[in-house]
């Protein structure tokens, strides 16, 4: 398992970069994909770890996909583990809503997604690998002018099982839809901050608390195991329960 490498796209803030940073701990050759090259940077300096690596990357541009993953090889030799978890939203009245705005956030959540499991593909059916895209419960719920992050998200969810049954059996395919995750303390230094969660924003969700990182990274983890093969094509939601809660006012 020592030689064992993963991707992580979007890696150097939040959600990726503490799964990059949980693979790490456990002796994997963690790479991120970055395109907030001051953020990947400042993690890189940080680590000082000879087993990660961060490639500044826009995920939306199918030449710097395909450097990333020369460059990946280049550094460790192989891909077992591909994570999309690169996002970006813009969240605006659709009147408000440009064409560019809108095909932005397309181009980064879902073509990204294609893209560098295009150019992974080779690598992944040699080592056997996973891939596990960073859904959201965004796409089966929304909350008002999200159109085009949860259309993106929606995309993501099919564009999941479609490659599981294409990939297969060589590759499995996953997908994981988080909930409220606190993200804040993954942050490069610049944009760090504390913010105060009220005992009402924790126990309006079943598990009586609002998510962490950690959270994610742990069924990541579990779902890149070779032992657990037999799981693919599926979405797993991480909300603390919240999409089954139903509300009235």
Not at 43 to 50: E, Q, R, V
Not at 172 to 188: A, F, T, Y
Not at 211 to 225: P, Y
Request: some cysteine; charged content about 20%; aromatic content about 8%.
């Amino acid at each position: 398992m020592n030689n064992m490498v993963i991707v992580v796209t979007g890696g150097a803030q939040g959600i990726g970069r503490k799964i990059a940073q949980h693979f790490l701990a456990a002796k994997w050759k963690s790479v991120i994909w970055e395109i907030d090259n001051k953020a990947g940077v400042e993690l890189a300096k940080d680590l000082n770890h000879p087993d990660f690596l961060n490639v500044e990357c826009n995920v939306a541009i199918e030449d710097e996909v395909k450097a990333a993953v020369r460059l990946t090889l280049e550094r460790f030799g192989r891909i077992d583990v591909l994570i999309n978890n690169a996002a970006i939203m813009s969240n605006k009245p659709i009147s408000a809503l440009s064409l560019a705005d809108w095909q932005k956030v397309i181009d980064v959540n879902l073509t990204g997604p294609f893209l560098c499991t295009k150019y992974c593909e080779t690598e992944l059916r040699r080592n056997n690998g996973s891939i596990i895209n960073i859904c959201s419960t965004r796409a089966f719920q929304s909350e008002v002018n999200t159109e085009a992050y949860s259309a993106s998200k929606g995309g993501v969810f099919a564009l999941t099982h479609a490659l599981a049954v294409s990939l297969g059996p060589e590759v499995r395919v996953n997908s994981i839809s988080p909930g409220w995750i606190d993200q804040l303390e993954e942050q490069k230094s610049s944009s760090t901050k504390k913010k105060f969660f009220s005992e009402e924003d924790h126990k309006q969700h079943p598990a009586g608390r609002i998510g962490k990182t950690d959270d994610i990274a742990r069924l990541v983890w579990f779902l890149s195991q070779p032992e657990n093969s037999f799981i693919t094509a599926q979405n797993f939601v991480i909300d603390g329960g919240m999409t089954r809660k139903m509300i009235y006012l």
